[in-house]
């Protein structure tokens, strides 16, 4: 199991290498992402469209 820091290595990596499948792999299906000037996205359906748009 990853400790929380090294998920959330991970998911910087994801995100600055524009990898939506590395990130998506780090979410359960029933997350919710909170970004700071969003509302809530929920599931991983909706958090996948978001980093792909």
């Not at 994801?14 to 996205?41: C, G, K, R, W």
Request: some cysteine; proline content about 4%; charged content about 25%.
């Amino acid at each position: 199991m990853l400790r929380p820091k090294e998920i959330v290595c991970k998911w910087v990596d994801a995100f600055n290498n524009h990898d939506v499948e590395a990130i998506m792999s780090l979410y359960h299906d029933n997350a919710t992402n909170h970004q700071v000037t969003n509302d809530p996205v929920i599931g991983i359906d909706a958090i996948r469209e978001m980093f792909t748009a």
